[in-house]
């Protein structure tokens, strides 16, 4: 037997980076470089240049006046609001949106194509008409808030009612990053976990999530991200009352219109700084990990 | 006994893909489910893991009715056609995977580990990641995975089959050493003849959900019991004809093929010759079958030469030396023999077989 293992010592293939090909240009209209340039000019115009102003306004006159502007009160209260906000509903959503996940790939149910659809539903729905749809259900008047009014349960213009609003509107982020993933993998792996003596719940945690982690993390961002981010539906909802249901966002836009600028551009730095960052780590992890 | 499947069916929506299969397999043997695609042979495996339900029937792992456990507890490995490795995971830490759900003692897992990487001759490889690996040893750490919380029965699922066929070779025969090693009961499935004969101490040869002959190798090979057993396995001539006054003839001048069938005076037949029991010969008496030679193409080890005889194209094989020395020559008439045949009777379902014949490329 040892001389036919022997011969299975293949070495590994795959990784070599002499075997890819190099795509070639040449018969492109105006040359890679001329490409290169134009895509990267555009991108500069349309996305650097402004991320950049909003930092050249934020400090221009010192890191001083950048941080006195967010020590007030208000600030303050929308920034925790908005990371209460956020916390909770990343949690949820992470949880609901594997599930949902789980549900479209891996089960068979009557009317899956139709539901397939609507789960992108908050992506095509404006977020302010989002807003509205919940004052409607919930709102005093409305057909659950009502109820829930009774029970002195207050839904709208609270915090109850901006959770709400912003788990809408990122409901489909951690789903559609997963679906793809989970279809791709397959249920083998997981088959195979089975007849190894894993319960569910182990095959879960210990191939399934793994397996999917690459997709979860950029749902989970794009999750915090708009969480962080969300105006429109977190408006209408909160009614927008300082030091109560004032959000972060919706502390820029207070600040913009009341002509207080420095407090409007700082906050602005401090929301766009954590989803870059957020966006930066996710994409190194995902490269590290990729590697193997 | 290790494996006893009982009258086993299994039905997806209208397609009745296993159709009342019963087979046993003995302790320590190596026995293959043999068929084409669709024959039901993985959907099989996959009931006796218990990863799929079946609609009716039983399977009794060692004497015990497992048919309604899950397939954590029949303590059987299962190695998947494309390995299904964790690819978040190093080679030893797949390997120890079982193990390590199942809470063993961290030193007997390194141990275990160990003796594995031993066995499917892995060393070294202990820390690389799936991805790093070729595709032969992605397979060899699947079924070292597989065996390491020592199943009672191992189940291989056309584990080689996307492998190309030089690495498939060796590790069909890597297989079958390893299993003269550690005598692990197993059910392998696969589509290829030449692997099954190759591997097997025992074949099932599966059409349509439905057993259609079980056998040592050489039984299936050299004594097929149905006509679709005989062309499946290994390459047949397949001739239809009619016997008419005890004669075996085609065409409509009633031709007359060099063999005697035992059926009825009266009737269709379909005989079956292997390419290497014909034989040619220039010496042409009054009433033998003759051809054309048409076609003569180089082998390797062998020549394969093709045959026209009234309409029909049959293909021949012979060794080197034998057919050199000869000296034939295209469009040379020669006499037919054939040195062996079977012949099966034409019967209800015929049409059906000759379908099958047709999908595998044996009929026009």
């Not at chain 1, 989002?130 to 259900?137: C, D, E, N, P, T």
């Amino acid at each position: 037997m040892g001389r036919n293992a022997q011969s299975l010592q293949i070495p590994a293939s795959g990784n070599n980076p002499t075997d890819r090909t190099r795509p070639s240009t040449r018969r492109l209209p105006f040359g890679r470089w001329g490409i290169t340039a134009g895509t990267l000019g555009w991108f500069l115009i349309l996305v650097l240049l402004p991320v950049g102003a909003l930092f050249e306004v934020a400090f221009r006159d010192g890191p001083g006046t950048f941080f006195s502007a967010l020590q007030g009160e208000a600030a303050r209260h929308a920034f925790i609001l908005t990371l209460v906000t956020t916390v909770l509903a990343v949690a949820i959503n992470t949880v609901m949106g594997i599930a949902l996940a789980i549900l479209l790939v891996r089960h068979k149910f009557p009317g899956k194509a139709l539901f397939d659809g609507i789960v992108d539903l908050p992506f095509a729905v404006s977020p302010v008409v989002a807003g509205f749809m919940f004052i409607v259900l919930y709102g005093p008047h409305g057909l659950l808030g009502r109820w829930f009014e009774s029970g002195g349960v207050k839904i709208i213009y609270a915090l109850p009612g901006i959770i709400i609003a912003t788990l809408f509107v990122t409901l489909p982020f951690v789903t559609r990053e997963v679906v793809p993933v989970l279809r791709e993998m397959g249920d083998e792996a997981e088959e195979a976990a089975f007849t190894l003596g894993a319960n569910s719940w182990q095959t879960f945690w210990k191939v399934t999530v793994p397996g999917i982690r690459w997709g979860l993390v950029y749902g989970v961002t794009l999750t915090v991200a708009r969480s962080l981010g969300e105006f429109g539906a977190v408006l209408v909802v909160s009614g927008n009352i300082i030091m109560r249901t004032q959000t972060a966002t919706l502390y820029v836009h207070q600040e913009f219109i009341d002509f207080n600028y420095h407090g409007a551009y700082s906050a602005s730095v401090v929301l766009g700084g954590i989803s870059f960052i957020l966006l930066l780590l996710s994409e190194y992890w995902k490269k590290r990990t990729k590697e193997i | 006994m290790a494996i006893a499947v009982s009258n086993l069916t299994k039905r997806f929506g209208d397609c009745l893909a296993v159709d009342d299969v019963s087979f046993l397999v003995e302790q320590g043997e190596l026995v293959t489910l043999l068929g084409p695609s669709g024959s039901g042979k993985s959907t099989i495996l996959r009931i006796i893991a218990g990863l799929e339900e079946p609609d009716a029937g039983t399977i009794y792992l060692y004497g015990n009715d497992v048919s309604s456990s899950p397939p954590q507890k029949r303590n059987v490995g299962f190695v998947f056609q494309n390995y299904a490795l964790f690819k978040h995971l190093t080679v030893q830490k797949n390997i120890a995977f079982g193990l390590e759900v199942q809470k063993r003692p961290k030193h007997k897992i390194q141990e275990r580990v160990k003796e594995l990487l031993h066995l499917v001759k892995l060393e070294g490889y202990e820390d690389r990641y799936p991805s790093q690996l070729s595709g032969g040893q992605r397979q060899r750490v699947a079924l070292a995975r597989s065996l390491a919380p020592e199943p009672k029965v191992l189940l291989l699922d056309e584990p080689f089959g996307a492998l190309d066929a030089k690495v498939r070779q060796n590790l069909a025969t890597w297989l079958r050493d390893l299993h003269r090693q550690i005598h692990i009961t197993s059910v392998f499935v696969t589509h290829d003849q030449d692997e099954a004969i190759e591997i097997s101490d025992e074949i099932v040869v599966l059409n349509r959900g439905k057993v259609e002959q079980i056998g040592k190798p050489e039984e299936i090979y050299d004594r097929p019991r149905t006509r679709f057993v005989a062309s499946f396995v290994g390459t047949a001539n397949v001739i239809e004809a009619t016997v008419r006054d005890g004669k075996v003839v085609i065409g409509n001048d009633g031709m007359q093929l060099p063999i005697r069938v035992g059926f009825p005076d009266h009737g269709e037949v379909v005989v079956l010759v292997r390419p290497e029991d014909i034989a040619i010969s220039r010496d042409v008496s009054h009433g033998d079958l003759t051809g054309t030679i048409t076609g003569v193409r180089y082998r390797g080890d062998v020549y394969e030469a093709t045959l026209e005889t009234f309409g029909l194209s049959i293909h021949m094989i012979q060794p080197k030396e034998g057919f050199l020395e000869q000296n034939w020559q295209l469009g040379e008439t020669v006499a037919i023999l054939f040195d062996r045949f079977k012949s099966f009777q034409a019967e209800e379902g015929h049409e059906a077989i000759r379908e099958r014949l047709r999908s595998l490329g044996y009929i026009e």
